[in-house]
């Protein structure tokens, strides 16, 4: 009998904990940034450096941090499940905790991209990007982010993998941002469907959802444990 497949759908809120700014919450990174100044294609044409300082600090902060129990125990779910991570999140959190399958929609604060090709992505650890650093096609170093108005290019195999799970779980997002936040709507109805967050995002309607009205570091830990003695049991 092949291990369920689970399905963790993961925003900032699973990273807040670790000491990473979320977005929208009240003192969140866009409290103190301007979107468009540094999230865009068309801030990065005005003011490259502010882009690039933006991103360098962010990279610098997520290289402090350090994964936090919510992290860890979507490690231990693997050893019971088949575990698919899909996060929002840029840092490097979930890989660090040992997390073996992630899907990153929005792209990774260690790689850079050539500026016009998204596929052309080097490694670059927690190392600054800086102006006059260039790509193997000649063209400047960007941070290979995936900015608003771009093309996600993981969308479609996470959502494959939302639509073949036997259960979906959603921690820490508020899910105001698509084609991420689209993905819930390709569970199978009838699967358990869970989320993890202090608060209920507006997308999520009641029925339908088990809402766990928690931090992640404790919800998650619950959670999980609650899945392996569920199938432990079940195996008995
Ligand atoms: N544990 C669980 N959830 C938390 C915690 C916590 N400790 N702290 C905050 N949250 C929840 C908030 O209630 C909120 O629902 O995390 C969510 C954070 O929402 P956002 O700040 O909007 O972050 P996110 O949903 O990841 O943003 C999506 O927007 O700006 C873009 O590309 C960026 O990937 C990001 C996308």
Redesign the pocket.
């Known amino acids: 009998m092949p291990n369920k497949k689970i399905v963790v759908l993961t925003?900032?809120?699973?990273s807040?904990?670790s000491g990473l700014s979320?977005?929208?919450?009240s003192g969140?990174?866009?409290d103190g940034f301007d979107?468009n100044e540094v999230?865009s294609i068309d801030g990065w044409h005005k003011k490259p450096q502010k882009v690039l300082d933006f991103y360098n600090l962010r990279r610098i902060q997520a290289a402090k941090a350090l994964p936090n129990l919510?992290h860890l125990h979507l490690k231990k779910l693997e050893e019971n499940f088949e575990v698919v991570i899909v996060t929002?999140?840029?840092d490097d959190l979930h890989e660090r905790a040992g997390s073996s399958n992630v899907i990153h929609?929005?792209g990774k604060l260690s790689e850079a991209r050539s500026e016009v090709d998204p596929y052309e992505i080097i490694e670059i650890g927690i190392n600054n990007i800086n102006i006059g650093d260039i790509s193997k096609d000649g063209t400047q170093l960007r941070p290979a982010i995936?900015w608003?108005g771009e093309m996600v290019p993981m969308i479609e195999i996470a959502a494959h993998e939302v639509s073949t799970s036997d259960i979906l779980i959603v921690?820490?997002?508020?899910?105001?941002?698509y084609p991420?936040a689209g993905l819930i709507h390709y569970a199978k109805n009838e699967i358990r469907k869970i989320i993890?967050?202090?608060?209920k995002?507006e997308l999520i309607s009641l029925s339908g959802w088990e809402h766990i009205p928690?931090?992640?570091?404790e919800?998650v830990p619950e959670l999980v444990n609650d899945l392996i003695n569920t199938i432990l049991n079940e195996r008995t």
């Open positions: 925003g900032a809120g699973v807040a904990e979320t977005f929208r919450d969140g990174l866009w979107v999230a919510a929002q999140n840029v929609l929005h995936v608003f921690i820490g997002t508020s899910l105001a941002v991420a993890i967050d202090p608060s995002p928690k931090r992640a570091t919800g």
